[in-house]
């Protein structure tokens, strides 16, 4: 194994997954042609679908799904907590068990900007666009473009619109 890769010996590669060097994943599942970038993590329990690209600096924690066709930017962070402590009631250091994962779904085709933030608890719909550096608090509709922080629909996508990439 390259030394600039971690990845666990649970993770699940799917056929001509691309991999760059500077990665953790572990517990993760992550579709036929999928390209990671550098510097990435997913953690267990993430799944990430078909030809899918992860740019670099982007942190998908568990609970996340990201389905087929999707973008990802440079330094996307997925949230999977809404009310996250360190430590207890009692005081002492939470563990898994003192907390329940909120699930996150990045519907088939969409595209999510760079530096953006997706909060826990959030669809974004096929073929939706979140804008570079959106804060996404609620669920993003299908066919739409959203930006800003908090982020909100700027416009529908139709479907003579074409999306280039």
Not at 59 to 66: A, M, N, P, Q
Request: glycine share 10%; hydrophobic share 35%; proline share 3%.
């Amino acid at each position: 194994m390259n030394s600039y890769l971690c990845i666990a010996p649970d993770v699940k590669l799917g056929q001509d997954v691309r991999l760059s060097k500077f990665i953790n994943l572990y517990g993760c599942e992550i579709g036929d042609e999928t390209k990671i970038g550098a510097f990435v993590e997913v953690q267990k329990n993430a799944f990430i679908g078909k030809r899918c690209k992860i740019s670099s600096h982007t942190f998908i924690c568990e609970g996340v799904t990201i389905e087929d066709n999707v973008f990802i930017g440079h330094a996307v962070t997925f949230i999977n907590d809404s009310y996250p402590r360190a430590t207890t009631t009692a005081g002492g250091l939470q563990t898994e068990a003192d907390w329940k994962v909120e699930r996150t779904i990045i519907k088939r085709g969409a595209s999510i900007g760079s530096g953006s933030t997706i909060l826990s608890k959030i669809t974004v719909g096929e073929n939706a666009v979140v804008g570079a550096g959106s804060i996404v608090t609620k669920d993003v509709p299908p066919n739409t473009i959203v930006a800003g922080n908090p982020a909100r629909v700027l416009r529908y996508i139709t479907e003579t619109q074409e999306i280039t990439r």
